[in-house]
């Protein structure tokens, strides 16, 4: 069974940092890509980055320049957030793509920016 677990989240200023992390139950190279989602109150859950099994990574207009997303060789996949706003205040969540296109999905850390 596939397990992703999120950690990182938390309050920060406007114009703080924050590293999320989300390490996986087996090899992240068992699936195609891997990438974090944030669902903010009352809004839909919305992509925010991707890296696929090659290292290309595709983020979000929103995102760019301030968010870079990583992994390392084994199980974990980090989001570093810099400059954040307040806009970016949401659940961000960890997703593993299968071949298939099937996402598997993590339980979610909360991240606040206080204006």
């Known amino acids: 069974q596939v397990q992703l677990q999120e950690s990182g989240g938390g309050l920060v200023q406007t114009g703080g940092s924050l590293r999320l992390s989300c390490t996986l139950s087996?090899?992240?190279?068992?699936?195609?890509?891997m990438s974090w989602y944030r669902q903010a109150p009352e809004k839909q859950r919305e992509l925010v980055a991707t890296i696929a099994s090659d290292g290309e990574t595709i983020y979000v207009d929103a995102v760019k320049g301030r968010f870079a997303i990583s992994r390392d060789n084994a199980y974990n996949t980090f989001l570093q957030m810099n400059n954040l706003k307040f806009e970016d205040t949401a659940v961000y969540y960890c997703?593993?793509?299968?071949?298939?296109?099937?996402?598997?999905w993590g339980q979610g850390t909360q991240v606040t920016v206080s204006s």
């Open positions: 087996i090899s992240l190279f068992t699936f195609k890509a």
């Open positions: 997703a593993a793509v299968a071949e298939g296109g099937e996402n598997y």
